[in-house]
Nanobody, 129 residues
């Protein structure tokens, strides 16, 4: 059973940055594709980003392209989400999710919140002045 633990959330002013981390309990490289999705009060959950199990393919929701960057640390079995130029509409609980996908080179952001097999407990991101 793969376990995921998010960290790095917090309060940030509009225009600021945060770096989220998702630590996995097992080796993820070449085994699991990892993604992030977010849930804001009163809104549907939204896939934010994903990265293939080989780390070679990353995708982003249009709403975060150019501002967010996902990366894979093979040594620490951790996926990071660097979030820059944060906006109030980025606020929400951010969840890390994973899906068994050996040697995958691609991932699809819209699949993250509904189809990935494993997910963490979430970390709150608040964007407010």
């Amino acid at each position: 059973q793969l376990q995921l633990a998010e960290s790095g959330g917090g309060l940030v002013q509009p225009g600021g940055s945060l770096k989220l981390s998702c630590a996995a309990s097992k080796i993820i490289w070449a085994r699991y594709k990892i993604g992030w999705f977010r849930q804001a009060p009163g809104k549907e959950s939204e896939g934010v980003s994903c990265i293939s199990s080989t780390g070679g393919g990353a995708n982003y929701a249009d709403s975060v392209k150019g501002r967010f960057t996902i990366s894979l640390d093979n040594v620490k079995n951790t996926v990071h989400l660097q979030m820059n130029s944060l906006k109030p509409e980025d606020e929400g609980v951010y969840y890390c999710a994973a899906d068994w996908s050996p040697w995958s080179a691609i991932c699809t952001v819209v699949d993250v919140q509904g189809r990935y097999q494993y997910r963490g407990q979430g970390t709150q991101v608040t964007v407010s002045s």
